[in-house]
């Protein structure tokens, strides 16, 4: 017992669930629709999937890990993606690469500005700057559905997507434990009063925790688009539902930060999201249906993998 114990308390513990979780979830759904969900090229599928909402996932945990939340990310992925299709026709993938990371990392910015500035909710902030990006992505296409050349896709499938997004992972996981960011960021979301006492300039840092989000989805617009290969500009927060899947592989992470890997839980928590997705829609149940249980799946996971802290305030 006393191996189990130290085993528990060890930093693999973590993983070791979220990949049983897996296990778990694809036996259930390939027992319940064995021809149409769980084999090896569909098994690929999903992966492609989690590999881009994951991307994302790790920008906002830059952000979520203090407190605040970015609504503005689903607008920030399509403004992002049909300047990448624009820029990929003068400058190919030079401009396919180079017109999202400044795109979203710019987003990312003045977001991040912008709620420092204004001294108001996040939530409030990023939904009407959302609306501004969202009338911007409108002007960039005349409100035309922008189509990626058939020459620029490779980001859409393997290997590149897989090497682009390891990329992005190693960054993420590089910054959060290496870098003066990641310990500051650390610091503000334990507790923001004491890390300001302790000399930390908390705006400069939150801003620069929105900055990173904003080139992550930058990253994430590249292989959205890539494999998508199309984008059609939002209107009227339209583009709101692009912000709850990577969120949701957001909230992996944080679920399981204390295991410190949290880059690696967001990755495969965007993939068990993607096997409850595609079980649901193998099994030809209805989209509320999903939804719903998607949603109590997601809480009972968060709830049971989050240790509560005594005398702690939830926000």
């Not at 970015?70 to 017109?99: E, K, R, W």
């Not at 992972?169 to 500051?184: D, N, Q, R, V």
Request: aromatic share 12%; glycine share 10%.
């Amino acid at each position: 017992m006393s191996g189990l114990k130290k085993f528990k308390q060890s930093q693999w513990y973590g993983v070791v669930i979220l990949l049983l979780l897996v296990v778990l979830f694809w036996a259930v759904f390939k027992i319940l629709a064995p021809q149409t969900f769980g084999d090896l090229n569909r098994m690929s599928t999903y992966l492609k999937s989690a590999l881009i909402y994951a991307v994302g996932g790790c920008g906002l945990y830059f952000i979520c890990v203090m407190g605040p939340f970015d609504f503005s990310i689903g607008a920030n992925i399509v403004l992002s993606s049909v300047l990448a299709v624009t820029m990929s026709q003068h400058f190919g993938y030079v401009g396919l690469v180079v017109a999202p990371i400044l795109s979203g990392t710019l987003v990312g910015l003045i977001n991040g500005i912008v709620y420092i500035k204004l001294h108001i909710s996040s939530l409030i902030v990023t939904s009407g700057l959302a609306l501004i990006y969202e009338a911007l992505s409108v002007f960039a296409t005349n409100g035309k559905e922008a189509i990626l050349s058939m020459d620029y896709r490779a980001f859409g499938d393997y290997p590149a997507n897989l090497i682009l997004a390891l990329i992005a992972y190693l960054i993420c996981a590089f910054i959060l434990k290496y870098t003066k960011i990641g310990t500051y960021t650390y610091a503000i979301g334990s507790n923001e009063v004491v890390a300001k006492n302790m000399g930390v300039n908390v705006n400069k840092y939150k801003i620069v925790a929105f900055t990173l989000c904003g080139f992550f989805v930058g990253l994430q617009s590249i292989l959205t688009i890539s494999y998508g290969t199309s984008m059609t500009s939002a209107s009227n927060m339209s583009s709101m539902s692009r912000n709850f899947t990577p969120l949701m592989g957001t909230f992996f992470g944080l679920a399981f930060k204390n295991y410190g890997h949290p880059v690696l839980a967001i990755v495969i928590g965007e993939f068990i999201i993607q096997l409850m997705f595609n079980g649901f829609v193998a099994l030809g149940a209805p989209t509320t249906v999903q939804n719903i249980v998607t949603g109590i799946a997601l809480l009972a996971i968060v709830t049971l993998t989050t240790k509560p802290v005594k005398g702690a305030v939830v926000k």
